[in-house]
């Protein structure tokens, strides 16, 4: 089974508007991380937000918010007032015990002005 | 702070050359990641190394790969003899292996390695 799913390939958002990216995770941990990752054209890898799985509250970076839901296993991104800056590919990823970590396959997200 | 520094940037090869790439991680940090990106096979996790000892390494795709981690401020990741199938950016990231914060992994810029 995949550790990670996401299974929007491509995405496409007004300028302003907000986007959900969709992310679902596999593991039997009790103790694991959640995150998030843009990669630009220009390549580079950034990370964006972080999620632990005894946090009860969604983690929230500025613009950028994780809507953790852990009896669905999924850990959403959630980008509010898209800019044309947030045109990328984003990856969800997760940390298990041992530090072993896995990425999804990406979404690549468009914003339209 | 300097990130993860990969280095050479760029290379390209003709097919059969042996091919090093090398990683500096970010000081301080004990877990090391080697990553392939293509457009066909998305992000690929090759091995990861904690405090210098390669834990896994199930996604070395052949024995053409080796990596090593001499030690906790330098990494080598070898092909040899390198095919044009082997075409892709690696990444180099680095983390510290803790479980009481995020500990996120840290990206170096990676190279860009075209094999003809």
């Known amino acids: 089974a995949q550790k990670i799913t996401q299974t929007q390939p491509g995405m496409f958002v007004q300028e302003k508007e907000a986007v959900t990216l969709d992310c679902t995770y596999d593991?039997?941990?009790?103790?694991?991380?959640l995150f998030w990752y843009k990669q630009p054209s220009s390549g580079e890898m950034i990370f964006l937000i972080y999620?632990?799985?005894?946090?009860?509250q969604n983690a929230t970076e500025g613009r950028y918010s994780l809507n953790f839901q852990k009896a669905r296993k999924s850990a959403n991104l959630v980008i509010s007032a898209s800019q044309l800056g947030d045109s990328a590919m984003y990856f969800c990823?997760?940390?298990?015990?041992?530090?072993?970590?896995?990425f999804g396959t990406g979404t690549s997200l468009t914003v339209i002005p | 702070d300097a990130g993860v520094i990969q280095s050479p940037r760029h290379e390209v090869t003709e097919m059969g050359q042996e091919v090093t790439l090398r990683c500096k991680p970010i000081?301080?940090?004990?877990?090391l990641f080697w990553y392939r990106q293509t457009m066909m096979r998305g992000l690929e996790l090759l091995i990861y190394?904690?405090?210098?000892?390669?834990?896994?390494d199930s996604g070395m795709p052949e024995d053409r790969f080796s990596a090593k981690m001499p030690n906790a401020s330098f990494s080598t990741l070898k092909i040899q003899p390198s095919e044009p199938r082997d075409s892709a950016v690696y990444f180099c990231?680095?983390?510290?292996?803790?479980?009481?914060?995020?500990?996120?992994?840290?990206f170096g810029p990676g190279t860009r390695l075209t094999v003809t």
């Open positions: 190394f904690n405090n210098n000892v390669p834990i896994d």
């Open positions: 593991t039997s941990d009790q103790s694991y991380g």
């Open positions: 990231a680095s983390s510290a292996r803790d479980f009481t914060g995020s500990y996120e992994q840290y």
């Open positions: 000081s301080g940090h004990n877990s």
């Open positions: 999620q632990g799985s005894y946090d009860e």
């Open positions: 990823a997760m940390r298990e015990t041992g530090n072993q970590f896995y």
